[in-house]
């Protein structure tokens, strides 16, 4: 079972709403894993925000962690988090995006800003064509800085 994770890669965010979105989608999807495969929490690698909750998380629950991004991602201020697997794609970022969306079956968003978006237009588009049903296989929260958030789960 692979979770993809996007959302914002910045600090400016409310820390304790995000774990608490993030830990809630996760109990979601994770008890549909009927078969007891391997959890993988897969994220953009940078070592904040969204992407660092997510992994923290993946730790305490004992996840797999898996980073997928582009080269930038090596050589940012806020660093990469150390990952079980680590996936480096392209250059640039959002030169990732075709590798993350083929790698992941489930998909969360938790804020996020262009490329959160394009990827879950890309995850959309991806389930039409396999035929899967989005409403189970994705989980949409907004969150903005200093805000409560407002929820859209598929679910």
Do not use: W
């Not at 994770?30 to 730790?59: C, F, M, W």
């Amino acid at each position: 079972m692979k979770i993809g994770i996007v959302g914002f890669s910045h600090e400016e965010i409310n820390h304790e709403m995000a774990h608490s979105l993030l830990l809630q989608s996760f109990h979601q999807l994770t008890h549909r894993n009927h078969h007891d495969e391997p959890i993988e929490i897969v994220s953009g690698l940078t070592n904040i925000g969204i992407p660092k909750i997510a992994y923290q998380i993946a730790r305490e629950l004992g996840f797999i962690t898996v980073g997928i991004s582009a080269e930038r991602a090596l050589h940012v201020k806020c660093g990469i988090y150390h990952v079980d697997i680590q996936i480096i794609e392209g250059k640039s970022f959002g030169d990732e995006s075709i590798i993350f969306i083929d790698y992941i079956d489930y998909l969360i968003r938790v804020g996020g800003g262009k490329q959160s978006h394009q990827e879950v237009d890309m995850f959309i588009e991806k389930c039409a064509q396999r035929g899967i049903n989005i409403t189970d296989a994705l989980i949409e929260h907004d969150l903005l800085p200093s805000t409560q958030p407002e929820s859209r789960s598929s679910f």
